[in-house]
């Protein structure tokens, strides 16, 4: 299994930006899908940011919340993937993990969850 690290979170202001990694430990297959999922104070983990593998190359997906605010990206060399978040709203506010899946992002329930960081946006 392949698990993730999440570091970067913090208390920011409303329009602040941040910027989250996530490193995986343990075994790492040559190629899988990384997603940015969140979960609010009582509600359910949504997906915010995906990067996957479609048709030979790297593609990314958003919820529409955070299109044109966030960016996913990755390292491969270094295992790490990354979520630039900029305009942070208070809506954001939640602990966001990080998650491998397969190559293309179609499935998400053979890989374990890492313990999740969190972001706090003030007004």
């Known amino acids: 299994q392949v698990q993730f690290v999440e570091s970067g979170g913090g208390l920011v202001q409303s329009g602040s930006s941040l910027r989250l990694s996530c490193t995986a430990s343990g075994f790492t297959p040559d190629e899988y899908a990384v997603g940015w999922f969140r979960q609010a104070s009582g509600k359910e983990r949504e997906a915010v940011a995906v990067?996957?593998?479609?048709?030979?190359?790297?593609?990314?997906a958003y919820v529409d919340a955070v299109k044109g605010r966030f960016t996913i990206s990755r390292d491969n060399a270094k295992n790490t993937a990354y979520l630039q978040m900029d305009n942070l709203k208070v809506e954001d506010t939640g602990i966001y993990f990080c998650k491998a899946g397969n190559p293309d992002g179609s499935n998400w329930d053979d890989h374990a969850w890492g313990q999740g960081t969190q972001v706090t946006v003030s007004s």
């Open positions: 990067i996957f593998s479609k048709d030979g190359r790297t593609a990314t």
